[in-house]
Nanobody, 115 residues
Framework: QVQLVQSGGGLVQAGGSLRLSCAAS????????MGWYRQAPGAQRELVAT????????TYADSVKGRFTISRDIAKNTVYLQMNILKPEDTGIYYC????????WGQGTQVTVSS
């Protein structure tokens, strides 16, 4: 099993930056994939960014390419999502996930970008 604890998020003006953190209860090297989804009000959950346990090239949704960066700290078993040049359409609840046999989810964190 994997437990995921998120931190970060909050309210920011358009053009600003936020960083999300996701701490895993086991070595992230053993986890097939980790990443971030988001869900805007009234919308389906959208995959934002993914990174593999082997450290391969991350993947991003087209809507965040060039603005968001997923990274990890192996020693801390933590994955980060650095979000720059935030837009109002980035508003939503962000969920960390880990694929380790099955999908595990963090508790979610609100990101609100004001115009």
């Amino acid at each position: 099993q994997v437990q995921l604890v998120q931190s970060g998020g909050g309210l920011v003006q358009a053009g600003g930056s936020l960083r999300l953190s996701c701490a895993a209860s086991r070595s992230i090297l053993s986890i097939n994939f980790m990443g971030w989804y988001r869900q805007a009000p009234g919308a389906q959950r959208e995959l934002v960014a993914t990174i593999t346990g082997g450290g391969g090239r991350p993947t991003y949704a087209d809507s965040v390419k060039g603005r968001f960066t997923i990274s990890r700290d192996i020693a801390k078993n933590t994955v980060y999502l650095q979000m720059n040049i935030l837009k109002p359409e980035d508003t939503g609840i962000y969920y960390c996930y880990a694929m380790y046999g099955t999908n595990y989810w963090g508790q979610g964190t609100q990101v609100t970008v004001s115009s």
